[in-house]
Structures are given as C-alpha cells and as structure tokens.
C-alpha cells in the first residue's frame, strides 16, 4: 500500500501521514526531507535546491522531479511502503511520477482531504509555534496552558509568517491554481478517496482506517 496525500494547506497532511506512518509502518516521504538530506550530502543538485529554497521559492519540478526519483528508487522495494505528503504538487510532477512508479513496479492510491477554505483559514491563522522546542498550538483546538506560553518550556509562542492571513489567501490560490487539479487527474484514473476534512479529528482518522482496511485486503 503506498499513498499520495493531498489537501489544502492546512488540511492536516501532516498529522495523518504522521498517523498512517505510526499505524501501518510506511516510509513518510516529503519534499522538505528529500532535499534536507541531499543538501547535506552536498549533492549537486541538493544545493541547487537549496538556493531556491533560500531565496523563498517553490524549487523547480525539474529538480524537485529527479531528487523524488532517486529517493523512491532507492528503497526496498519488496518490503518498503511510502506515503508522499507535498509531492506532487503540480500536474507535470504528476506525470514524471507516473513515470517512476513504473520503473519500480509501485501502485499508489491518493487520500484527498478535502476542507472548506474558511476552515483552513480559521485553523491557520490560529496556529502558534515554540521556537525553543518546536510544538505546535493551535489558539482554538488545542491551546497552551498559560496563554501564548510553550507548556514545555515556557517560551513565548509565536505566529509563522506562513501563518499570517494575507500569506494564507495566497497559499491557498497557489494550491488551487498549481494542484487541484491533481484531485481530477488522479480520480479520472479511479485512484482517489476524498476524506473530509472538516469533521473531528476522530472521524477524519476513522474514515482513513475503514478506507485502508479495505484496499489492504483487496
Ligand atoms: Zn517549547
């Protein structure tokens, strides 16, 4: 069973591939991993990555594409299962992927979590971090003890940029524009569940469950 996940930034990607990955023993694969750990193998392309990167944009499908490849390639093929979280982010990633998956013999199904974009907002813009340790609050669902104070360490929490709604509007359009249509591509080829989103955390993970029982037996 390998997956693809997809969703609105904001959807919580993140926590349930974290979730899958605990449960079913797969491979989390993100972007931000791929090139992390090709740049401090000083591979060549790792540090094209990274003066994109630095610089603040999205790195190339070009690069992006290959790093992806020589990762998935790399694994144990038998024995290794993989969920990719921010890959692929574009229709043209999407094809070289097809590409790859063929070359190493892997079927993929996509989870969609699908959210209203108030919602996104709303669960965004209310999100704080701890710089000091990394935890991250949410003002609404799940708050620190004593206000806007880490309860680890007691630093003061504070808001990405990311995280502010000006930048969260353009996050979104991006997403729709670059990577919705990902969503059409992969139902089209009959590959995609759509989960929403907006229910409890609970209900999201149920669905999830019941969802992966059934295409693991079959
Ligand atoms: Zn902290």
Do not use: W
């Not at 989960?195 to 469950?209: G, P, S």
């Amino acid at each position: 069973m390998n997956l693809i996940i997809l969703g609105l930034p904001g959807a919580g990607k993140g926590t349930e591939s974290d979730f899958i990955v605990k449960k079913y023993g797969l491979i989390h694969l993100s972007t931000g991993d791929i090139f992390r750990s090709n740049i401090k193998n000083g591979n060549a392309l790792g540090i094209k990555a990274k003066e994109y990167m630095d610089a603040g944009q999205y790195v190339p499908d070009e690069i992006t594409n290959k790093l992806v490849a020589a990762r998935l390639q790399q694994l144990d093929i038998k024995t290794t299962d993989f969920i990719l979280d921010g890959y692929p982010r574009t229709i043209d990633q999407a094809f070289y992927l097809d590409k790859t998956l063929l070359t190493i013999n892997k079927p993929i199904l996509v989870l969609y979590l699908a959210i209203n974009e108030q919602t996104v907002v709303d669960r965004l813009s209310s999100r704080r971090v701890c710089l000091q340790c990394g935890r991250v609050y949410n003002l609404k669902f799940s708050p620190p003890k004593i206000n806007n104070k880490c309860d680890i360490d007691n630093q003061t929490l504070i808001q990405r940029s990311d995280d502010k709604a000006a930048t969260i509007k353009t996050r979104l359009q991006v997403y729709k524009k670059e990577t919705l249509p990902l969503v059409t591509y992969y139902q089209n080829q009959g590959l995609l569940k759509t989960i929403d989103a907006n229910l409890e955390n609970d209900k999201v993970r149920a669905t999830i469950e019941q969802y992966l029982l059934e295409n693991d037996n079959g």
